[in-house]
């Protein structure tokens, strides 16, 4: 299992979005891959949940997590063999290993655990939560994006990842965003 979570070898600039649901990481996400004319890594748990919520109408599920971050990884690793400038990815496994926690009374599985932290990514976008939260088959915490913005900013503190906060409409978020990427990128 722990080979289906690591990140192959890329010599891009991975750039990720980091945030609780919606909060515009996928906008975001796919509105930075245009701008530089580049990949984007989707979010691989929006397909995976989607489908099971239509086939099932269950949402995610303990025993999902590892599929989904097999599932990101293995996105992520096929995209960043395409470029060796800049990869966007919309989320990475810290995150995932975030809602575990967050979903499943403080349990994370120790080695998505381990590669979540092995990972690493040249920027974190933390993606404030002053946009409005849109109800979808997925999202389930409308009351809670404060309390999982912190658990998402804490855990950037607390591993040290190199990380801005965008907050503002989706033109303020742009203009944050590529001009700490362009000053990084030199």
């Known amino acids: 299992m722990e080979k289906n979570l690591k990140q192959t070898s890329s010599d891009c600039f991975k750039v990720v979005l980091f945030g609780p649901e919606s909060s515009g990481k996928t906008t975001l996400s796919r509105e930075l891959a245009n701008y530089y004319n580049t990949y984007w890594v989707e979010e691989y748990a ?4 989607q489908n099971k919520w239509n086939k099932e109408k269950r949402i995610c599920e303990l025993k999902d997590i590892i599929p989904i971050a097999a599932g990101q990884i293995k996105l992520e690793n096929e995209f960043s ?9 919309d989320t990475d496994l810290l995150e995932t290993k975030i809602y575990s926690e967050t979903y499943y009374n403080g349990f ?3 080695v998505l655990t381990a590669c979540a932290l092995e990972n690493k ?3 974190y976008i933390l993606t404030d ?3 409005p939260w849109v109800k979808d088959d997925l999202r389930d915490r409308p009351n809670n994006r404060k309390e999982m913005f912190f658990a998402f900013k804490e855990a950037l503190i607390k591993y040290n990842r190199p990380y801005i906060q965008v907050s503002g409409d989706l033109k303020s978020r742009i203009k944050i965003a590529t001009e700490k990427i362009d000053k990084i990128l030199k």
């Open 81 to 89: 063999k395409k470029t060796s400038n800049l990869l966007i990815c």
């Open 108 to 110: 994370c599985d120790p």
């Open 129 to 131: 939560i002053d946009t």
């Open 121 to 123: 990514y040249d920027l």
């Open 46 to 49: 929006r397909e995976y949940l």
